[in-house]
């Protein structure tokens, strides 16, 4: 008796090459949204020498009216 072989059927192929578009989409996407979000990050003012970072910005502002009761 010979060992019994898994059928590769349609359904596991089309799943495989499903999964391996979507990873190649994600790859060429994602160093794109890294590039501009550094490019983003540049463009903030530097931080205060002596402390004193904290700028209350309207993504404070939403994130405070979230917690309110």
Request: charged share 20%; proline share 7%.
């Amino acid at each position: 008796m010979s060992p019994a072989q898994p059928k590769l059927s349609r359904r596991t192929l089309f799943a495989g090459a499903g999964t391996a578009g979507a990873l190649a989409a994600a790859a060429t996407v994602i160093p794109h949204g890294v590039e501009q979000g550094q490019a983003a990050t540049d463009a903030t003012k530097p931080a205060p020498e002596k402390g004193g970072g904290y700028q209350l910005t309207e993504h404070v502002k939403r994130y405070y009216k979230t917690t309110r009761i």
